[in-house]
């Protein structure tokens, strides 16, 4: 009965007030809206509080106000209060709602990557609050998300600017595939020709105090510190064709090194060492001293301890630093210019399209090398989490 | 003679040990006491052969050994902190230094025997281990490999008192059982008292005084009477 008399004072409300605003059609789409939402505003003021009705009301005078209002988004505040009066009752998913609402009307352009965004922000900001109890964390957690955001923005945004026909076609593209390929199989095996060298010397660098390791350990950041064009020129040099090296290969080995596969690999390893190194340190630094000792004290010689107790408990760490020098191998571009832009690596050929036929033809092959980067990835690093597990 | 350390110094890290000189006789039960900080682990090291000694010498059954790598040395050694491997289970830890020395059955069982931990060989994992479990873990894996002389770096520390009173019935019944002979060091004398007959006291890198325990206890030096000793009555 109630209803039927909502009802009826909606329609008159519609016709006297809302018919100065909008045509019948649009008309007709916000009565429906308010009448879902007046049907479940009973309901809350039947069940719950008044405090929660008043509440109820507040949210739609909001919506009101700044959809109706000032946006003059007709269509959009019918589709909000729909939303708005089915949602109201599942409390966990309002402040999603309002995100949503939010970036839609303040920040149109961007409302999808900004609504991602602020929603993930929540979810996390609300975790880290309901597990730990402490404003100080969230507030923490709330000024480190803004440099989370300066990262995932840009991928973000490219990643919904594609369609998945421009990925499929990209990806059909012989070239691009041939480089991603190039990409993969160099970064690969410079990662594994890091970790063949770099461990030995890690466990050195983080079990013994020798005169002039300070100086080492800074020469391992080294290429960190050296902007990328350079270490080209200083490969070009060294490895180049009029260099003694790059002309003992190509006259012994019909080999090239610069504009070769030798020339990446070369590259790739300079620029990644670093980052298998130092997490390689830290991982044997991170095993106790005293394991050793025991396994000396019960026979094995310092290659067994090695192999069997050091090596082991470091693995996982290795490996984590193995993930690294691969992904950093992977986006290895500014020493490549110089010393092997051909055979070309997937980040080169984007650059190299993007030079030829500018932006919006790379876009896809952008989000599709992401994509296979991620891949690649979360399956070393599921490998990974079994070699833990395993190994407890 | 069994064992003795012969004149040793060592620095390390700014500390230093200065000319140690002692000795004991096989299957001895030798207690070696000290404060905090006086250089026993240091020392306990360089018997393992984990350091090589500045100077000075060790000899064990008469043959120099000052320079013989730890994996050599047959020296057995608990770490303060029990050091178990975490990668390993409970029986890979025991056996691990069998694959360097020959296993013997029933030296194997009866030390397992003697130790009760016959039903943690099945554990998979050490983490869970109690502390008086790992501890006796731990002294079993040092003891599989029949170690001539056998280390314990203060072998009570973080137990609860049950677990005390039966690590210090273990020990003494290795050695009284089996014929180990053992280096216990410590800074607590209450540990020692009634199963070690003799003792040496390590007083800031130096031993300042060693002989027979009731001869230390009834004659205290002055200067470790008012410093170490405190007030308390020993």
Redesign the interface.
């Known amino acids: 009965m109630i209803y039927l008399f909502l009802f009826v004072i909606l329609l008159g409300l519609h016709f006297i007030f809302f018919a100065s605003f909008v045509d019948s059609g649009t008309n007709a789409v916000i009565l429906a809206a308010n009448f879902l939402f007046a049907f479940n505003g009973v309901k809350v003021y039947r069940r719950e509080s008044l405090n929660k009705f008043i509440l109820y009301l507040f949210g739609y005078l909001l919506l009101f106000v700044f959809v109706f209002l000032l946006s003059k988004a007709n269509l959009l505040f019918a589709i909000f209060v729909i939303l708005y009066s089915a949602i109201f009752n599942i409390r966990r998913l309002l402040p999603y709602l309002i995100i949503l609402i939010f970036s839609l009307v303040f920040v149109t352009p961007y409302w999808l990557q900004v609504s991602v965004l602020l929603g993930a922000f929540y979810f996390f900001a609300d975790n880290i609050y309901k597990t730990t109890y402490s404003r100080f964390f969230v507030v923490l957690f709330s000024i480190g998300f803004i440099s989370i955001i300066l990262i995932i923005f840009p991928i973000l945004y490219i990643f919904l600017q594609v369609t998945p026909q421009s990925l499929l076609s990209a990806f059909k593209n012989n070239e691009f595939q041939q480089a991603l390929f190039n990409s993969l199989i160099t970064s690969g095996i410079s990662s594994l020709i890091i970790l063949i060298f770099g461990v030995p010397f890690a466990y050195v660098m983080a079990r013994k105090n020798f005169s002039g390791k300070g100086v080492l350990d800074n020469l391992i950041n080294l290429p960190i510190l050296i902007p990328q064009t350079v270490v080209g020129v200083a490969l070009l040099v060294v490895l180049g064709p009029k260099s003694p090296v790059g002309e003992f290969m190509f006259k012994n080995c019909r080999l090239a090194i610069a504009n070769g596969y030798l020339g990446i690999i070369a590259a790739q390893i300079f620029v990644s060492s670093p980052f298998l190194i130092r997490s390689a340190i830290n991982a044997f630094e991170g095993v106790?001293q005293?394991?050793e000792?025991?396994?000396?004290?019960?026979?094995?010689?310092?290659f067994?301890t090695f192999m069997?107790?050091s090596l082991?408990?470091a693995a996982s760490g290795i490996f984590s630093g193995f993930i690294l020098a691969l992904a950093r191998a992977l986006s290895e571009v500014g020493s490549l210019m110089v010393i092997a832009y051909h055979p070309m690596t997937a980040p080169i050929y984007i650059y190299d399209q993007f030079i030829q036929y500018g932006l919006s033809e790379i876009q896809p092959m952008a989000v599709l090398l992401v994509i296979s980067c991620l891949w690649a990835f979360i399956g070393l690093h599921w490998l990974r989490h079994q070699l833990v597990r395993k190994?407890? | 003679m069994f064992f003795k350390v012969n004149g040793l110094n060592k620095n390390w890290e700014g500390f230093s040990l200065k000319d140690i000189s002692f000795e004991m006789e096989e299957g001895e039960y030798f207690a070696l006491l000290g404060p905090c900080g006086a250089g026993k682990t240091l020392l306990l090291?360089a018997i393992?052969?984990?350091y090589r000694p500045d100077s000075g010498n060790i000899f064990m059954k008469g043959h120099r050994v000052t320079l013989l790598?730890?994996?050599k040395?047959s020296?057995?050694?608990l770490?303060q902190?029990d050091?178990l491997?975490?990668?390993l289970s409970v029986k890979e830890n025991i056996y691990?230094?069998l694959?360097?020395?020959q296993p013997d059955k029933k030296y194997l069982d009866a030390i397992f025997q003697l130790l009760g931990i016959q039903e943690l060989l099945a554990r998979r994992?050490t983490v869970n281990l109690s502390g008086g479990e790992a501890r006796k873990v731990a002294l079993a894996?040092?003891l599989?490999?029949k170690?001539r002389l056998l280390l314990l770096d203060e072998p009570l520390s973080f137990l609860d008192p049950l677990s005390r009173q039966k690590v210090i019935q273990s020990l003494e019944s290795l050695n009284k059982q089996i014929g180990i002979s053992i280096i216990h060091v410590t800074h607590d004398l209450q540990e020692v008292r009634g199963i070690a007959k003799n003792m040496a006291i390590l007083f800031e890198g130096a031993i300042a005084q060693a002989g027979p325990v009731d001869k230390l206890i009834s004659e205290p030096l002055d200067f470790l009477k008012e410093r170490f000793w405190g007030n308390s009555n020993v």
């Open positions: 106790d005293k394991l000792d025991a396994s000396r004290t019960l026979g094995a010689s310092e067994n069997r107790i082991p408990l190994a407890k | 090291n393992a052969g984990l790598p730890a994996e040395r020296v057995g050694y770490f902190k050091a491997f975490p990668h691990y230094g694959k360097y020395h994992d894996r040092s599989a490999v170690p």
